[in-house]
């Protein structure tokens, strides 16, 4: 059984910085492919950035490009995501995920972390 389980969430200013951490265990070759996703009260789970394991190919929704970068440290089988240039908008509970593909939707994937609060205020 994977265990996913997420930290580093809290509240910054907008403009601010945080990283999130992910930490897998029980992973087989099977999940090769890791998500983070955000969920804001009254909206859909959204997709934010995905990593394989296996080299290590990335794939960041538009709304983060060029602020969000997603990592991984395979020997530790952990996941980061490196927030920076944050903004009110990214408010929303970080879950971490864990599937076959590098996929966007959320159905793709198997495993669920318990997520992690960001709050950003303006």
């Known amino acids: 059984q994977v265990q996913l389980v997420e930290s580093g969430g809290g509240s910054v200013q907008a403009g601010g910085s945080l990283r999130l951490s992910c930490a897998a265990s029980g992973r087989t070759l099977r999940e090769a492919a890791m998500g983070w996703f955000r969920q804001a009260p009254g909206k859909e789970r959204e997709f934010v950035a995905g990593?394989?394991?296996?080299?290590?190919?990335?794939y960041n929704a538009d709304s983060v490009k060029g602020r969000f970068t997603i990592s991984r440290d395979n020997a530790k089988n952990s996941v980061y995501l490196h927030m920076k240039s944050l903004k009110p908008e990214d408010t929303a509970v970080y879950y971490c995920?864990?599937?076959?593909?590098?996929?966007?939707?959320?159905?793709?994937?198997?495993?669920w972390g318990q997520g992690t609060q960001v709050t950003v205020s303006s």
């Open positions: 995920a864990a599937g076959q593909f590098l996929r966007v939707s959320p159905t793709m994937y198997d495993y």
């Open positions: 990593i394989k394991w296996s080299g290590g190919s990335t």
